[in-house]
Structures are given as C-alpha cells and as structure tokens.
C-alpha cells in the first residue's frame, strides 16, 4: 500500500497515549498506530452505514446497545 505523508493536530493526552503504545510495542510506530486507528473508525463507518441500509435508517439505539452487550464492545466513543 502507498503511503502519503500528512499532518495533523491531536489533543496531547491522545499523542501521550499513542507514544505509550509505541513504547511497550503494542505499535511499530505513531503511523502505524494512527494508521489502525483510522483503518478501525472507516470500518465502524461501513458496519454503521450497512445497518442504515438494512434498517432502512439509523438503527434503533437499543438495539445497537443490545449488539455491543453480545459482543462485548465498548461504548461508542465521543465523536472527535
């Protein structure tokens, strides 16, 4: 996969964390631990997007609670 250089600008406590992760080799890199950031935010998208479409809509919000409980997932996180 070709990569493109890009700047961004995140909140410090995030690059703190990500650095962490880095340092006890839970990522290679910041890129690469943004990189699987972004790659896990398109796939959330996509999952959200084909439920639109089988419900016609956004999916009711009880119900989307009820599937997070079955697959032990957590909470949405605040939108950034």
Known sequence: MRSERVTVSLPAELVAEA???????????????????????????RTLATLEDLYGGPPPPDELDEARRTLRLAPPAAAV
Do not use: D, K
């Open 19 to 45: 650095r962490g992760a880095v340092r006890r080799g839970a990522a290679s890199s910041m890129s690469a631990y943004i990189a699987e950031a972004v790659a896990a935010r398109q796939v959330r998208e």
